[in-house]
């Protein structure tokens, strides 16, 4: 069974600063990697979608990463703005048309 | 192009009461999904459709909870009767499914249930 764990659990970072969250998930033969940002009693907003056959997605300020034979992913946030602040989710997929298993996410605080 | 949308955003109910969602996914799009997202965690797949038909549903609480996907369009999702643990977040999310580029998913702003 598929498991997904994000690690920190909450990070406060003063504006400005790169930062870089970490997702794990413990079943290597996974099929694609989803990243969501999620404000406060909203949904969940897609932002990088890596293939299994990818190493790394960039949009703008955001970079991820992914190693499948070590089982992790990387969200590179470079000069990080207060409206970054949400909760960051990694969700995996294991075949084509299997549902996500999500991790717990990460709450990012971004201070002015 | 317009996005998931689902109804209503919020909602109260007594314990023991049945409610539903709706969800309408993006035009075209293949897939639906429903989550359960309990406060502090990580969403928690209900079922997910494949046009109309069930693709998984293993961790579906089905002495209380159902799901339909008429059409292959819209779907609801039903609790009855509720208790006060399925107090959550409840997001639809839908992909297109067509070809290896095609399997983003996008999800609605979810239903926020109280169940008191």
């Known amino acids: 069974k598929q498991e997904v764990t994000q690690i920190p659990a909450a990070l406060s970072v003063p504006e400005g600063e790169n930062l870089v969250l970490n997702c794990s998930f413990t079943?290597?033969?996974?099929?694609?990697l989803q990243w969501f940002r999620q404000d406060p009693g909203k949904g969940l907003t897609s932002l990088l979608l890596?293939?299994?056959?990818?190493r790394e997605q960039t949009s703008g300020r955001l970079n991820a990463s992914l190693d499948k034979s070590s089982g992790r992913s990387t969200l590179y946030i470079a000069a990080s703005q207060p409206g970054d602040s949400a909760t960051y989710l990694c969700a995996v997929r294991r075949n084509y048309g299997q549902n996500f298993v999500f991790g717990p996410g990460t709450r990012l605080s971004v201070l002015p | 192009e317009a996005g998931v949308a689902q109804s209503p955003r919020y909602k109260i109910i007594e314990k023991r009461q049945s409610v539903a969602f709706w969800c309408n996914p993006i035009s075209g799009h293949a897939t639906l999904y429903w989550y359960q997202q309990i406060l502090g965690q990580g969403p928690k797949l209900l079922i997910q459709?494949?046009?109309?038909?069930?693709?998984?549903d293993s961790q579906l609480p089905k002495d209380r909870f159902s799901a339909e996907r008429l059409k292959g369009v819209d779907s609801t999702l039903k609790i009855q009767p509720a208790k006060l643990e399925d107090s959550a977040v409840y997001l639809c999310a839908s992909s297109l499914e067509w070809g290896q580029k095609n399997t983003e998913a996008f999800f609605g702003q979810g239903t926020r249930l109280t169940v008191v």
């Open positions: 079943d290597s033969a996974i099929y694609n």
């Open positions: 890596i293939q299994s056959s990818q």
């Open positions: 459709f494949q046009n109309n038909g069930v693709v998984d």
